[in-house]
Structure formats: structure tokens, C-alpha cells
């Protein structure tokens, strides 16, 4: 009898190609071609470390976006500008604003599409409203800010940030990349791994010490909980304020995933926010609107498995049936359009669904008295500044309504905005004033 053939096991380097091949085969990303593979190679990092996509259960928690590149054959240093340079075009059309020379189009000063999203080219924005978005998405993601907002609102967020880390002083310590990115971590043990000189001052690395060396860029949780939705950080700046501000806070969410593979160590949509606020008093918002606004990204304890949290490739993935990305459905929505129903979360829920639980949402923290809270000392001062917030002054309407009934909604009432839903309950749009008043 025969003796049976060993199972092949696939190496490294093969599971890595065979997941990324596999991505760039089954999906088509609303940007350049280049900066699809750019995003898409992020994501083994993710399927590594949860045993996904390619790896087959098989999981690999120490692996890095810079060691699945260099396993791709590519060369990293030139992968880590490409996606700096992406951040850096974002900075640019600040600076031009700061300047004096405003940009009514998302594109750079060749005339290249923010993020080379293509679309973004054939519309024309207001920059302040883009700046206020970009002021909001960049902090709503600061462990500071976040903890404010937990105690405001008597909720659970959690939240961490990168840090390069030294390798060899965390194995020592028992710890992996799993763990600190997973486990709570108090200020003692924060302050061990400082003290150990486990996480190192950024100014004392270069890239080549990250890439070729024992250092690494991770991520540390301080407390655990269910975290913030990205779709929920776009469609809520659309509700409290505009289509604008909503693409300026998915600007920061793309910076955001960027800065995690990129030419600097540091958190780059926190100094971004940090900037327009510097530089742009009237970009800012009040406290209690921030605070506002970071609860609405929350995920609500409880909801972990229902209110998605896209990634920037799922943003940006067309679906096969309706030709359009999430993110443009979100901005088609605060727009109040109406678009078909797309699948989030694997499947688990839709848009649909997700914009009726968002607006339930919003009218629930709003009818809730929060906790005055003081910012702390270190982050800049938020003043008042022009809003278009939304407050309980909202109503439901049908989609049947025509334009002279909106327009008396808000003539004749303090009506602010009209959230249109069908008979399903369903969200289907917004009207703003703006929308019927300014025809006549």
C-alpha cells in the first residue's frame, strides 16, 4: 500500500501574493489604478493577522503593511512615499487655503483628484465646509477627545494609538502585536513600556530602522471597547452639517489609514486637525458639538455587529450590482438622494438600514443632557463657529412631498430639517432649507 503524499503548506511569501492577487482579481477600487494597489496591500496585513482571506485560518499577528510589500517583491522605501504623497497632497490643499488661495475642487495642484477618487474632480465644494470636516474627522479619532466624549455621554468608545515599538523589549515583556493592539493598557503599564524603552520617541527613528530593523510601528489599545464606525464619522458630519463637511471627514479617515504605512511615524490627521485649527479659527466647532459628534461615530455597546465600520478599501469598493461605493452613497445621501440599497458589513446589514439606525441615533444623544466637560490643556481651544447642526428641530416627511410643502415647512414652522423616509421607515434623503428656499 501505498504511503499517502504529504500536504503541501504553502510559505509565507506565497500566502501573502496569493491574497493580495486575489483582492486586485475579485475587486475594483473607485481610484487610479496604482493607488488600488497602495490600499489593497494594507489589508493582508488584516487577514494575516485574523487568519482571513488567503491565509485560511492560518494567523500571522506580527505581520506588517511593510513586510507584505517587501514579500510582494516591491520596494518599500518607494511604497511608504507613495502614500505619504497621497497624505502630503491633503496638507498642500490646506496650505492653500491658509495662503489665500482657496481650491473649490478636492484636487491637488495639478488638478489630480484627492486620493485619486475621480468623481471628486466633476464637483465643486465650499473649503471651509471641507476644512471643518477635515478639523472634525482629524480629532474625533485623538484618545483625549475620545475620552471626553465617553464621559459626556456615559459611554463606552475605548481607544489606543501607533507607537514605534521596540521588538525585542516587547517579547521580553511577554507581549506581541495581537496583544497590545487588543488588550487594555492603563497608564502604569504605558508608562513600563516607556520606561523599558519598549516604545521608543519617534525622532530617534529613521524608516530603515522600521524596515530592516527590530522596530516596528503599532498599534497600542488603552481601553477596550466597541470603537468608532467610519460610515457613521462620514454620514453623521453630512447630518449635523453638510455634504462637505461629510468629504472632509472622510478625508481625514483615508489620512487616517494612510499614516498607518507611510513616510512618518506619527499621527498625521491629529496634526492635520491640528493645523486647520491653528490656522483656521473658523473651521473649529464648539465643545459640546465635537462631543456631539464623536458619540455619533460611537458603536453603540451592544451593536458591534450591526453598525459597520468600513475600511477605506470598503469605502471605495464598487459593488458589482449598483456600480457605486459606499462612500458615494453616504454623500448621495446627505445630499437627499436617494440610491439602491448596498450591503455593509459583510452582508450583515445595508445602507438603507444604516442611515434609519444613524438618525435614530442622532435624535437620541440629542435628547440626552450631556456632561459639560473641559478640554484638556494640550489640545486647542474650540470656540463657537457658524453650524448648521442639527437639533430636535427636525421632522419626518414622505418622499411624496413636493417642493412648495417643504418650502412651508420651514417658512411657516422652526423646522430645520426634513429627514424623508418611506413607509418602510426608512431613510431616503435630507432636505435642507437651502434646497427649496433659495429657487425663489
Avoid at 248 to 266: Q, Y
Wanted: hydrophobic share 35%; with cysteine.
Amino acid at each position: 500500500m501505498s504511503k499517502s503524499k504529504k500536504k503541501y503548506i504553502p510559505t509565507l511569501t506565497e500566502l501573502v501574493r496569493r491574497d493580495f492577487e486575489s483582492m486586485m482579481a475579485d475587486e475594483r477600487l473607485d481610484t487610479e489604478e496604482g493607488v488600488q494597489e497602495l490600499i489593497l496591500i494594507q489589508s493582508v496585513e488584516g487577514h494575516a493577522h485574523q487568519g482571513a482571506g488567503a491565509f485560511h485560518k492560518r494567523r500571522f499577528t506580527d505581520m506588517t503593511t511593510h513586510e507584505a510589500v517587501r514579500l510582494m517583491g516591491w520596494p518599500v522605501e518607494d511604497c511608504r512615499i507613495a502614500r505619504q504623497g497621497l497624505i502630503d497632497e491633503v496638507v498642500e490643499w490646506i496650505q492653500a487655503y491658509i495662503d489665500g488661495n482657496p481650491r473649490d475642487r478636492l484636487v491637488d495642484g495639478a488638478g489630480h483628484p484627492l486620493m485619486r477618487v475621480p468623481w471628486l474632480v466633476e464637483i465643486t465644494v465650499d473649503p471651509l465646509s471641507v476644512l471643518r470636516g477635515i478639523y472634525m474627522g482629524g480629532w474625533r479619532d485623538d484618545e483625549a477627545v475620545r475620552a471626553r466624549a465617553e464621559e459626556a455621554y456615559d459611554i463606552a468608545i475605548g481607544g489606543g494609538r501607533c507607537y514605534v515599538v521596540d521588538t525585542r523589549v516587547m517579547r521580553s515583556l511577554g507581549e506581541d502585536a495581537d496583544k497590545l493592539a487588543h488588550e487594555p493598557h492603563d497608564d502604569e503599564r504605558m508608562q513600563l513600556y516607556r520606561d523599558k524603552k519598549m516604545i521608543v520617541p519617534t525622532e530617534e527613528i529613521t524608516i530603515s530602522d522600521v524596515d530592516d530593523g527590530p522596530f516596528e510601528y503599532y498599534y497600542i489599545r488603552y481601553r477596550v471597547g466597541p470603537g468608532h464606525s467610519d460610515d457613521a464619522s462620514i454620514v453623521g458630519a453630512g447630518l449635523l452639517y453638510d455634504r462637505d463637511v461629510a468629504l472632509g471627514a472622510w478625508i481625514a479617515d483615508a489620512v487616517d489609514t494612510l499614516e498607518k504605512f507611510s513616510g512618518k511615524f506619527h499621527d498625521q490627521d491629529d496634526e492635520i486637525a491640528e493645523m486647520v485649527g491653528d490656522n483656521i479659527p473658523e473651521a473649529r466647532i464648539p465643545e459640546e458639538e465635537l462631543m456631539l459628534y464623536v458619540a455619533l461615530c460611537s458603536i453603540a455597546l451592544g451593536k458591534e455587529e450591526r453598525v459597520p465600520d468600513s475600511s477605506t478599501r470598503h469605502l471605495i469598493a464598487i459593488d458589482e450590482k449598483t456600480n457605486r461605493s459606499l462612500l458615494r452613497s453616504h454623500i448621495d445621501f446627505v445630499e437627499g438622494v436617494r440610491g439602491p440599497a448596498q450591503p455593509m458589513s459583510h452582508g450583515k446589514t445595508n445602507t438603507h438600514d444604516f442611515y434609519a439606525y444613524l438618525v435614530r441615533q442622532l435624535g437620541e444623544l440629542q435628547r440626552r443632557q450631556p456632561k459639560a466637560i473641559k478640554p484638556t490643556a494640550e489640545k486647542p481651544e474650540l470656540i463657537t463657529a457658524t453650524s448648521e447642526l442639527i437639533n430636535d428641530n427636525y421632522i419626518v416627511v414622505s418622499p411624496t412631498i413636493t417642493a412648495e410643502e417643504a418650502r412651508l415647512h420651514f417658512v411657516e414652522s422652526t423646522v430645520e430639517v426634513l429627514v424623508v423616509c418611506g413607509t418602510d421607515g426608512r431613510p431616503r434623503g435630507i432636505i435642507r432649507p437651502r434646497d427649496v428656499l433659495s429657487s425663489r
